[in-house]
């Protein structure tokens, strides 16, 4: 019954409550009576934020005292109207309705306290006059145009208070679904950068950790395979950070902070993994066709997650196939490598689940698992040609 409302919104209405209810007893009222019904609807105007249902219940009491006063309609009575606005406006889905119920049963009721506030003198002649009255065309003509004219104005009150309610929750729920999508947005870009993230990580890491090992083992037989080998670590480690950077500030800037890298830059990531020890070919079959720069992320990041997991999972003792078949509708992805002998087969971490991700994100399919003693990564990245 009691609403949530500022202690602000409170105390406004306790004054126009109150500056109603002092301006008009400073014009005259005709008694006590109406006097009371004055104060009641100055108390309905305090509540019909508050407790509309409460407002409504005092703004019927003020009514019925003024009726029993014999007062006209009056200025006052706009309070009435206010209050009507306020429930459909304020009110819970049953004050709401009640008080549409209210603006029709007060209308009956007003039309006939304006026929019948003054009855005739109880005789017999004036009583027949009165009761023929009441039964000519007249009669029921001015019952009829009051209870219109009264219906009119109170619904129209109530009408007006439901469609200012009807518009603030619609605003309100656009705002609601300005904010899912906000957060749904903001869920997507963490998801994207933390594929991202585990993508330049695990690469880097698996070519820091193969040339280390290279390393180690090539020291004795060839130092000068520790120059190489720390030089290639060193440059893979400035790219990682340099990316990863790249990705930090992306959780505080909206647009990217730098290039994104494309399929002119497999090369580049093929002979970056063949200097960590991996035996790779790549390999393009038909004409590579001009495709969205998304889909494109998407196709390299798959070949870049595809060779590092062969690196870390794999025999790097054979032969790594990455090809790409271009078709005029897709660019199809198989990488097949051997699986070493301590790895699993059956194993699916992040970086399978990246992938797939990014392939079902570009419109295409993804899939991967053990071939005949290799692991194959299959997917199939739609093509849209420029125009």
């Not at 309610?165 to 906000?182: F, P």
């Not at 820091?208 to 020291?219: F, L, T």
């Not at 002119?264 to 001009?290: I, K, M, T, W, Y």
């Amino acid at each position: 019954m009691i609403r949530a409302i500022t202690s602000r919104q409170l105390a406004f209405d306790v004054c126009c409550g109150l500056a109603f209810t002092v301006l008009r007893l400073l014009f005259g009222v005709d008694n006590t009576a109406f006097a009371l019904a004055v104060g009641l609807l100055g108390i309905s105007l305090a509540l019909r934020r508050v407790s509309p249902a409460l407002a409504l219940a005092v703004a019927w009491l003020a009514a019925i005292l003024q009726m029993h006063s014999g007062t006209t309609p009056d200025l006052a009575d706009v309070a009435i109207l206010v209050v009507l606005f306020s429930t459909a406006r304020y009110g819970n889905p049953v004050v709401k309705w009640l008080g549409l119920a209210s603006a029709v049963v007060g209308a009956f009721v007003a039309t006939l306290y304006l026929l019948f506030r003054r009855p005739p003198t109880v005789n017999a002649t004036e009583y027949l006059d009165f009761v023929s009255s009441m039964l000519s065309p007249s009669f029921f003509v001015a019952l009829i145009g009051y209870f219109v004219a009264l219906l009119a104005v109170l619904v129209l009150s109530w009408t007006a208070g439901l469609l200012v309610r009807t518009r603030a929750t619609a605003r309100d729920s656009r705002r609601d679904q300005l904010l899912a999508e906000q957060a749904v947005a903001v869920e997507q870009e963490r998801n994207r950068i933390a594929r991202d993230m585990h993508d330049v990580v695990a690469h880097s890491l698996a070519v820091v950790i193969a040339q280390a090992d290279g390393a180690r083992y090539a020291r004795e037989a060839d130092p000068s395979a520790v120059d190489v080998a720390l030089t290639t670590i060193s440059s893979t480690a400035r790219e990682a950070l340099a990316d990863v950077r790249i990705l930090l500030g992306q959780l505080r800037h909206s647009q990217d902070a730098g290039p994104q890298p494309a399929l002119v830059d497999l090369e580049r990531l093929v002979d970056q993994l063949r200097a960590s020890g991996l035996l790779v070919s790549l390999e393009q079959n038909g004409d590579p066709l001009s495709i969205p720069a998304g889909r494109q992320l998407a196709l390299y990041r798959i070949v870049q997650e595809g060779l590092t997991n062969a690196l870390r999972h794999g025999d790097i003792e054979r032969e790594v196939v990455a090809a790409i078949d271009w078709s005029p509708d897709a660019a199809s992805l198989t990488i097949r490598n051997a699986v070493a002998e301590h790895a699993s087969v059956d194993h699916v971490g992040h970086g399978l689940v990246g992938m797939r991700e990014r392939a079902l994100l570009a419109g295409g399919t993804f899939s991967a698992g053990p071939e005949g003693g290799d692991f194959v990564v299959r997917a199939s990245i739609p093509v849209l040609v420029a125009s």
